[in-house]
């Protein structure tokens, strides 16, 4: 009988440290509670660059996937410059540069920037000016 308890006990230590196997692999790790998992690759912003003028928008995207999509946060490093909303729509405001960030809000290490410039005044006229007939 008290063979058979250290027979029992041996078995139960190897196979706990069989269990404990330690991996040198790293492992990404997924949000379970809002159905979120973390994508393997990078995440990107299109455009990466944009000029706009004062009053004009720009939509901007990610490789994203859809069902991440409302999971990203947006940001610009001037809000008097541009505007971002959390679609990735992009509203020129004043003149100046501006960096647009996107990033996961479960992820605060991954980031995707895009510059923005911005040039002209609200309401100003960028085609050609029209003179009335007898103006010089």
Known sequence: MRQSRITLVLAVIIVSMAACDVSTSPHVAAIVGNSATA???TLTITP?????LVGGSTQF??????NLLTSLQWS??????????NTGLVTALGAGTTTVSVRYSFDTTTVANATVTVTGTAGANTGPTTMPPGNP
């Open 39 to 41: 994508s393997s690759s």
């Open 76 to 85: 610009t490093s001037q809000p008097n410059v541009a505007a971002v909303n």
């Open 61 to 66: 995207r990610t490789n994203a996937p859809a």
């Open 48 to 52: 990466v660059t944009a000029q706009m």
